[in-house]
């Protein structure tokens, strides 16, 4: 927890008069939900990322639930689910009473160990869950493969992913479904709020009906108001038209909020590269192409046991930081107690979140405070060194 607001935030949502504008707008208007704004959110989105579909939610676990709910899932059932993830990942199956099986990440990017998925399948497994983390897209034509093999279902968690593409494919599209998050500090905001995109025309039907109560038909369909029947369950997992107006702004300037992430990244990745003392993850790289959401980077040596100490001199030197992700989920206490997990299951995924400190590249930054976040950083690991933290 941070005392204070650093004069560099970790993240800062980018709001400016547009997306004002567009707000009041819609509260000048008479339509709050169920309207046009949703409609064309969903279209702009599809076509930013070259879905042939795209559903608007309240937010990515919202988007993650309904796909296992889409599948059928409950209890008996197993999904495949990496450990260094939020909580949302796993959540979203054990909310259909289904079990989330952990599988560790490989320490180059992060990302779920793709070696280690097929000895975590069972008959049981009905889906194959992963996360780009931090942006970095998984290898998704060894995840097909696996996928293809074994009959699986496959949900990507895409919450810090707009804008990564593997192999010049947007991420949420190799999937049976991709899901994103609008969430305050991702790289773009509605506030709350989520998308599930799919190629898969019944899904994007399924789910738009499971996202509003189980209505037989929109608001468009119905031949006199009010009238509609209730064909299966539902949720109220809509996203509003207030969020919406705040999404279609936001999306116009996504590519140009990429392209500052990506060069504050090079500037920092640069300025920190001849340190020993910490390892940097993969990003782009070929094939690869990463949204730089933050450069994590994974203390080593003397560096690593002193973490806290490293983050507390950032923040109390006007750095913000963050940490992806606190623990593996699986050593998160409920699901611990729950399967009696140990972290001798999930070596990397524990190392990255004891040992690892993620520093901000959003595109409320300039090059000047990059190049201050560089220093800030250099001294902290210049005071271990010298044994000046106790
Ligand atoms: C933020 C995040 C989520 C949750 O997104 P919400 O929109 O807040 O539900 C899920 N998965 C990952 C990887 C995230 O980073």
Redesign the pocket.
């Known amino acids: 927890m941070q005392a204070k607001s650093p004069a560099i935030p970790f993240a800062r949502p980018m709001i400016s008069e547009e997306e004002k504008r567009a707000v009041l707008k819609v509260l000048d208007g008479p339509i709050l939900v169920h309207g046009p704004l949703t409609k064309e959110f969903e279209t702009s989105f599809a076509k930013f990322t070259g879905a042939p579909f795209a559903v608007s939610v309240s937010?990515?676990?919202a988007a993650l639930h309904l796909s296992y709910v889409y599948l059928g899932i409950g209890a008996g059932d197993e999904v495949i689910v990496p450990a260094q993830?939020?909580v949302?990942?796993a959540h979203a199956v054990e909310l259909c009473g289904a079990r989330p099986v952990f599988v560790d990440a490989e320490s180059e990017t992060g990302n779920i160990d793709l070696d280690q998925i097929e000895k975590s399948i069972t008959p049981r497994t009905r889906a194959l869950s992963v996360?780009h983390y931090l942006g970095m897209p998984v290898n998704m034509e060894r995840v097909a493969e696996i996928a293809k093999k074994k009959s699986l279902f496959v949900v990507e968690?895409c919450?810090?992913a707009i804008g990564s593409y593997f192999k010049g494919c947007h991420v949420g599209l190799f999937g049976d479904v991709g899901c994103f998050?609008?969430?305050p500090v991702?790289h773009m905001t509605t506030i709350?709020g989520?998308m599930l995109i799919t190629q898969d025309e019944q899904i994007s039907k399924r789910v738009s009906q499971l996202k509003a109560f189980g209505y037989d038909r929109t608001i468009g369909e119905r031949t006199l108001p009010g009238l509609y029947d209730v064909t299966s369950i539902g949720f109220n997992y809509r996203l509003n038209e207030i969020e919406a107006a705040l999404g279609i702004e936001q999306l116009k300037k996504v590519a140009l909020f990429l392209k500052q992430r990506q060069r504050n990244h090079e500037i920092l990745s640069r300025e920190l590269s001849q340190l020993d003392e910490i390892r940097q993850f993969k990003t782009t790289a070929g094939e690869y192409r990463s949204s730089y959401y933050c450069l994590s980077v994974h203390l080593t040596g003397k560096a690593a046991s002193h973490r806290n100490l490293i983050v507390k001199y950032l923040n109390e030197n006007g750095v913000g930081t963050s940490i992806y992700y606190p623990q593996p989920v699986p050593l998160m206490h409920y699901y611990q107690a729950k399967y009696g997990h140990r972290e001798a299951g999930f070596p990397v995924a524990a190392s990255i979140s004891k040992h690892s400190i993620a520093l901000p590249v959003g595109p409320h930054l300039k090059e000047e405070q990059m190049l201050v976040i560089a220093e800030t950083f250099k001294k902290a690991i210049e005071m271990i060194k010298k044994g000046s933290f106790k």
């Open positions: 937010s990515c676990t993830t939020h949302a990942t996360v968690d919450a810090l998050s609008f969430y991702k709350e989520g």
